[in-house]
């Protein structure tokens, strides 16, 4: 038997915020809602009467849940100075 001890007076991390992944499927879904529709998405994701969401992610390559073949390392590095934002804030980006 596995036991979990808990501290609530030991803390070891901050919460920052909850949120979710923005996919580029998603993103072009919500591209064809009618605006009304897209106001009460926002709403119910990052609004004061819905989950309040503060957070989102985009993946750096391709995903499952992508249009296509997504690469926005322009070239190998480790240095993020190099990657390409434009496709992913013209689809993904509300």
């Known amino acids: 038997m596995h036991v979990v001890n808990l501290?609530?007076?030991f803390q070891r991390q901050t919460i920052e915020g909850f949120g979710g992944a923005f996919t580029e499927a998603a993103a072009c879904t919500?591209?064809?809602l009618p605006a009304d529709a897209q106001e009460e998405v926002l709403e119910a994701y990052f609004?004061?009467?819905?989950l309040r969401y503060n957070m989102g992610r985009c993946t750096i390559h391709s995903c499952d849940f992508g249009l296509g073949n997504l690469h926005m390392c322009r070239r190998a590095t480790r240095r993020l100075g190099?990657?390409?934002l434009s496709m992913t804030e013209a689809r993904s980006c509300p």
């Open 7 to 9: 501290y609530p007076g």
């Open 82 to 84: 190099h990657l390409a």
């Open 47 to 50: 609004g004061e009467s819905g």
């Open 30 to 32: 919500f591209a064809k």
